[in-house]
T-cell receptor, first 111, second 114 residues
Framework: GDSVTQMEGPVTLSEEAFLTINCTYTATGYPSLFWYVQYPGEGLQLLLKATKADDKGSNKGFEATYRKETTSFHLEKGSVQVSDSAVYFCALSDFGQNFVFGPGTRLSVLP | ETGVTQTPRHLVMGMTNKKSLKCEQHLGHNAMYWYKQSAKKPLELMFVYNFKEQTENNSVPSRFSPECPNSSHLFLHLHTLQPEDSALYLC?????????????FGPGTRLTVL
């Protein structure tokens, strides 16, 4: 079945640093790809998504591009803030399959 | 975000208690899900309902009993739980299951079993 692999972290950065969280996937079909964010004590919130190859999802300064040739959907942000400290989940959804989540990457941003 | 709500937000119960978790979605979706999130474990899919029919039960112990009376409401009935069942229980919804739709999550119920 489909699967998602992402760096588990934790990732610790200083404020205003550049962020990359790697995500790669395997899928038999043409899945949609997602990044979710979970702040402490809360549920998962959709951060961004892309539904086809070469689409770029973006939100709150975060970006990720659906790369079919490398089966990747890496999350990037140019300048992180303390308020970005959270757990980030890469995920995919595909026809005939349940949603598949990566293990999550904990990000800590220090002032 | 009020698309998916869950009550209660926190629950403490003894091993002999019976309690229920409630989830409601206001998005007009047809699929609803229960997930379990334990510390240092991946997100675990427990149950899936699509158009009120249960389509997935991922080997969940019978002490967890889901109920989906309509497409907007989902319950998880809890009975004689174990301490290892302590976790964050997340409800989600999507337009339909097993396609490329986005899932939207509630805030979760933090369950502690004493």
């Amino acid at each position: 079945g489909d699967s998602v692999t992402q760096m588990e972290g934790p990732v610790t950065l200083s404020e205003e640093a550049f962020l990359t969280i790697n995500c790669t996937y395997t899928a038999t079909g043409y899945p949609s790809l997602f990044w979710y964010v979970q702040y402490p004590g809360e549920g998962l919130q959709l951060l961004l998504k892309a539904t086809k190859a070469d689409d770029k999802g973006s939100n709150k300064g975060f970006e990720a591009t659906y790369r079919k040739e490398t089966t990747s959907f890496h999350l990037e942000k140019g300048s992180v803030q303390v308020s970005d400290s959270a757990v980030y989940f890469c995920a995919l959804s595909d026809f005939g399959q349940n949603f598949v989540f990566g293990p999550g990457t904990r990000l800590s941003v220090l002032p | 975000e009020t698309g998916v709500t869950q009550t209660p937000r926190h629950l403490v119960m003894g091993m002999t208690n019976k309690k229920s978790l409630k989830c409601e979605q206001h998005l007009g979706h047809n699929a609803m899900y229960w997930y379990k999130q334990s510390a240092k474990k991946p997100l675990e899919l427990m149950f899936v309902y699509n158009f009120k029919e249960q389509t997935e039960n991922n080997s969940v112990p019978s002490r967890f009993s889901p109920e989906c009376p309509n497409s907007s409401h989902l319950f998880l009935h809890l009975h004689t739980l174990q301490p290892e069942d302590s976790a964050l229980y997340l409800c989600a919804s999507s337009q339909e299951s097993k396609n490329t739709d986005t899932q939207y999550f509630g805030p979760g119920t933090r369950l502690t079993v004493l």
